[in-house]
């Protein structure tokens, strides 16, 4: 398990990376088929928060203002791995 704050303020995050506080649950498993290869698998979920976005064009009338969140701003990993040991 981890927690880290928001790495940018409101007014400074964009739609391309919307991260918000972030809580992130791991768990993994690996297994040794002999003394040369292991087998692992792992899985996390990452939290990534409400992430509020409020992004004025100050200076840029044609550029127009961005505001809104991401209500649901989950992200799965899944990691498959070898090791073979020579």
Do not use: H
Request: proline content about 5%; cysteine-free.
């Amino acid at each position: 398990m981890a927690y880290d704050e928001s790495p940018v303020s409101t007014a400074d995050r964009t739609p391309d990376m919307p991260l918000d506080r972030q809580g992130r649950y791991a768990t993994g498993i690996q297994y040794d088929l002999s003394e040369d290869l292991t087998i692992g698998a792992a899985y996390t979920s990452l939290d990534a928060g409400d992430a509020k976005i409020n992004e004025s064009a100050a200076g840029d009338p044609l550029r127009g203002e961005l505001t809104g969140d991401y209500s649901l701003n989950y992200i799965q990993f899944f990691n498959v791995n070898v090791v073979y040991r020579f």
